[in-house]
């Protein structure tokens, strides 16, 4: 693709050589973890060897969704705007070097959250609350692509299937979950769910639908064929997102109101464990985005009133540590790739 091959490829390379010049051991060996401050408006780039957020960068307002190409090489982060003015904007940066590369305006669709990378890294997917709509950036070209309206209220979360066929789309203001045909570019079923339908996730086989009900303290899982409802589960006080564990044993939800995150055993379906996050302060810490390790064995969890970002060890499921991050810390995304140090 263009834009990696020329203007990834050229100030990856100058970067990293530079580095490796400059200082011999500029490669932390370690991941990186990606970070949405959208009370500071910044992109946050954690050294996890470390655990030191070693970059902040500028990114538009509210940056409340982050998502990193297949490769790790990028990562994407919305501008969903504040109560003042909507955003309408994607930010790209290089993860190993923490440069911004681009901004996407994406007018006339505003308030972009969720995003996904299209599994090509070419393609970029967004809802976006203020249109409606379910929108398809390439990322190359830097534009709109295409735009499906789900003819719901505040879309806002987006999931994808396995084989990236399907979307699906949670709408908090419709108390639904909208499936899109990606491929033939059009809703196919708009379903019904609970209070304020927010947070979505899809079972590593793509045969089940969790998505969580933040008004009714409730998770419901749905069969992908038929969008018959096969459980409610009971959660914490504000459920707002849901994450599935690589190995599909486990789900793990969000509570925002009560500071808790929710283990649920997927094939028994029941809450296994009840954990009470530490920010090691008083006050409410707000739960929020949730994001495993591709093995499986670390879980982190955006503390959005804390700055923070909780590190659960998924064997046991305790809490082993805090991140610091920026103010209003929210969206997380994971790159395998190291930082290039002292830039």
Request: proline share 5%.
């Amino acid at each position: 693709m263009a834009l990696r091959q020329r203007t990834i490829g050229m100030c990856l390379a100058a970067a990293i050589g530079w580095a490796l010049v400059a200082f011999p051991s500029s490669f932390s060996g370690a991941q990186t973890l990606i970070v949405g401050n959208k009370l500071a408006d910044t992109a946050g780039f954690i050294d996890l060897a470390s655990g030191e957020m070693v970059y902040t960068r500028p990114t538009g307002t509210g940056p409340h969704e982050v998502a990193i190409s297949p490769d790790g090489n990028i990562a994407a982060v919305v501008s969903y705007g504040d109560g003042r003015q909507a955003g309408s904007s994607v930010s790209l940066f290089d993860v190993p070097t923490a440069t911004a590369l681009k901004v996407i305006d994406l007018s006339p669709h505003r308030r972009p959250h969720g995003i996904l990378w299209m599994p090509d890294g070419q393609r970029l997917l967004i809802t976006t609350e203020g249109s409606g709509s379910l929108i398809m950036v390439d990322t190359e070209e830097g534009e709109v692509i295409s735009a499906i309206k789900t003819g719901q209220k505040v879309s806002h979360m987006v999931a994808l299937s396995p084989d990236a066929s399907i979307a699906y789309v949670t709408n908090i203001g419709s108390d639904s979950i909208t499936v899109v045909d990606l491929e033939a570019g059009r809703v196919v079923e708009t379903v019904a769910a609970g209070k304020e339908t927010e947070g979505v996730a899809v079972s590593p086989d793509g045969k089940e639908l969790w998505v969580t009900n933040r008004d009714e303290d409730t998770v419901y899982i749905f069969d992908t064929e038929t969008f018959t409802r096969l459980a409610t589960i009971e959660t914490g006080s504000m459920p707002i997102r849901v994450a599935i564990s690589p190995d599909g044993k486990h789900a793990v939800v969000s509570n925002a109101r009560d500071g808790t995150i929710n283990v649920i055993d997927v094939a028994e379906r029941v809450v296994t464990k009840a954990l009470e996050l530490d920010s090691g302060s008083e006050g409410h810490s707000m739960p929020v985005t949730l994001l495993f390790s591709p093995d499986g064995s670390m879980l982190y969890v955006a503390l959005t009133n804390k700055a923070q970002i909780a590190r659960i060890e998924t064997e046991g499921w305790l809490q082993v540590g805090l991140l610091d991050a920026g103010e209003g810390s929210d969206g997380l995304g994971y790159s395998p790739l190291p930082l290039v140090m002292g830039r």
